[in-house]
């Protein structure tokens, strides 16, 4: 008999020996050596090591619940000092998750501080060196992977509903926590005001109430935007005799600050606004107002920094004097580090012409950029912007009767490349564009196209350092068209589109999602829980990819806010 054999047959005796007996003084092992790393390493020699009976999810599970925590099972009751966020883990990719431990008995548990992401691939980790209530230790780091489920739409709902008038123009913005806040307006008597509804992943949405109770008059047109501390900002048009800007921030936890106004100017009427965020909470406002000197729509913007407030208001479009005209359509979009870029179309009286301007922190606006040199018009600019500051433009021309979409980069340090078509080999008009990037650069436009029938949604996808793949059409029901399509993107590449489509005398809302690697879902309705006919949805994209969408509905005489959650 080895020597193995011999120490695992003494063991073996001492542990029948100790189980046998009860409220013994003293420890019946016989009185510890004086050097107790020795005495453990002959116990873990004997097999008294600490291993990990099991673990939930299991190795290489695929359809993990987002919500449940992870727990590992021991061979022994733990020490609970040395289980903690620093020995057990858990990774998405290389980014580590934010979690709690706790130990009770053999089970040590990690609850992630957010839901984990759809279809994603976990590492979990625990690290050599943990002890159980015996002394006995994990010899080695034991490390398990696997991949969480997909999500689902839900049947839709109605996150608030009236009698008195259309609730119109709803707007969301989602934080990094996946809490998400919705505004849209309201009749209330003989006022309209913005009213928001806030919603919690697990919880659902919130009572509504007004945002703006405090002001006279008529609010319009709502944007809103997300900080990554989890506040909001929305800026809105104010009606008291002329139209002017105002903006309440929302802090968690503390709701939102009094309305105040963006632009202190006493200029005319505000027509058309968009704003975009970073990551720092700061909000680049751009919008078109009628000026009373020259009498056009020009574009001006302005700047929010927390703890500052804003900027003055600039003028960011062309000279008046050297191209007259209004400027009626306008995007911005901005990087998480403040990069932005702005695009609007202006039309002289006889042609549209678009245009685009870049904004960097400390260096300000650069000169205005034409993104079209053909004669013909050019209208409906769109624009997102990566995180490495690259913006992607789309927009519309027609040429030889027909109105295609054409595609155009700016790369800082670089500057712009030439245009490119994305809808090339198509026939009919392009209309409504909307695009958006991943964390890798890469894009996904999607645009509403006509066949000689009806309107389509259609899909298009950019791979960085490839250019531009072959269109796919998204909505496949022949009942009628389909048009005002919205699209939100994900860091991984994920995306969902939302749009409307004529049904008969209703209109619906419909949805298809993209994953990376497998492509467009076949399009599916949100609306079935709410009813009515659908209209200008929106969509929302967490970075773990749960989406939310909600548009406004009609139904028996009732205005609604609907919503449907991807989760």
């Known amino acids: 008999m080895n020597r193995g054999t011999t120490l695992l047959g003494f063991f073996l005796v001492s542990v029948a020996l100790v189980l046998g007996c009860e409220d013994t003084p003293g420890d019946p092992r016989g009185p510890m050596p004086s050097d107790a790393s020795t005495w453990h390493v002959d116990a873990g020699d004997a097999g008294s090591a600490l291993t990990v009976l099991s673990t939930t999810p299991g190795?290489?599970?695929?359809?993990?619940?987002?919500?449940?925590?992870?727990?590992?099972?021991?061979?022994?009751?733990?020490?609970?000092?040395?289980?903690?966020?620093?020995?057990?883990?858990?990774?998405?990719?290389?980014?580590?998750?934010?979690?709690?431990?706790?130990?009770?008995?053999?089970?040590?548990?990690?609850?992630?501080?957010?839901?984990?992401?759809?279809?994603?691939?976990y590492t979990a980790t625990v690290s050599a060196g943990v002890r159980g209530a015996s002394g006995a230790t994990l010899a080695s780091s034991h490390a398990w992977s696997f991949t969480t489920r997909d999500g689902a739409w839900g049947a839709g709902e109605h996150v608030h509903r009236q009698v008195e008038g259309p609730a119109a123009s709803p707007r969301l913005a989602l934080d990094s926590h996946g809490r998400l806040l919705a505004v849209w307006v309201q009749p209330e008597g003989r006022r309209q005001d913005l009213w928001f509804s806030r919603y919690t992943p697990g919880v659902g949405w919130e009572p509504t109430s007004a945002v703006d109770a405090t002001?006279?008059?008529?609010?319009?047109?709502?944007?809103?935007?997300?900080?990554?501390?989890?506040?909001?900002?929305?800026?809105?048009?104010q009606q008291r005799g002329a139209a002017s800007l105002m903006f309440s921030r929302y802090l968690p936890g503390q709701g939102w600050a009094l309305p105040a106004p963006v632009d202190s100017r006493n200029g005319g009427d505000v027509t058309v606004l968009q704003l975009a965020g970073d990551d720092l909470g700061r909000v680049l406002a751009v919008w078109s107002q009628f000026d009373l000197d020259s009498f056009s729509e020009n574009l001006w913007s302005a700047r929010y920094t927390p703890g500052e407030g804003w900027s003055r208001a600039e003028?960011?479009?062309?000279?008046?004097?050297?191209?007259?005209?209004?400027?009626?359509?306008?995007?911005?979009?901005?990087?998480?580090?403040?990069?932005?870029?702005?695009?609007?179309?202006?039309?002289?009286?006889?042609?549209?012409?678009?245009?685009?301007r870049h904004y960097s922190h400390g260096a300000g606006w650069s000169e205005p950029e034409r993104l079209d040199d053909a004669l013909a018009d050019t209208t409906a600019p769109t624009v997102d912007v990566a995180a490495d500051g690259t913006a992607l433009l789309a927009w519309l021309r027609l040429e030889d009767g027909r109105q295609t979409l054409q595609g155009r980069r700016y790369v800082p340090g670089v500057g712009w490349d030439l245009p490119l078509a994305i809808d090339a080999d198509l026939v009919g008009h392009s209309i409504d564009p909307q695009v958006r990037f991943d964390a890798a650069g890469n894009a996904v436009v999607v645009w509403s196209q006509f066949d000689g029938a009806h309107n389509s949604i259609l899909a298009n996808h950019y791979t960085a350092g490839a250019g531009w793949g072959q269109a796919l059409v998204l909505e496949t029901h022949d009942a009628g068209s389909a048009r005002t399509p919205q699209l939100a993107v994900d860091a991984r590449g994920h995306a969902v589109a939302v749009w409307e489509e004529e049904h008969g005398p209703l209109s619906r809302i419909a949805a298809s999602r993209y994953v990376a690697g497998r492509g467009w879902s076949p399009a599916t309705h949100l609306d079935t829980g709410c009813g009515g006919s659908g209209t200008r949805p929106q969509v929302a994209l967490s970075t773990g990819g749960h989406a939310m969408a909600v548009w406004s509905s009609l139904s028996e005489g009732a205005a609604a806010v609907c919503g449907n959650a991807f989760e």
């Open 315 to 356: 003028r960011i479009d062309i000279d008046v004097e050297t191209f007259p005209g209004d400027t009626w359509e306008l995007d911005v979009a901005m990087s998480g580090a403040g990069e932005a870029v702005a695009t609007w179309s202006r039309f002289d009286g006889s042609q549209s012409t678009a245009w685009a």
């Open 215 to 237: 002001l006279d008059g008529t609010s319009n047109a709502p944007e809103l935007v997300a900080g990554a501390d989890g506040s909001m900002v929305a800026v809105w048009v």
């Open 59 to 121: 190795p290489g599970s695929a359809g993990a619940d987002v919500l449940s925590p992870l727990a590992v099972t021991f061979s022994e009751d733990l020490e609970p000092s040395t289980v903690t966020e620093a020995t057990l883990t858990l990774l998405h990719g290389d980014l580590p998750v934010d979690g709690a431990v706790d130990v009770q008995g053999q089970v040590a548990t990690f609850t992630p501080a957010r839901r984990l992401a759809l279809l994603g691939h």
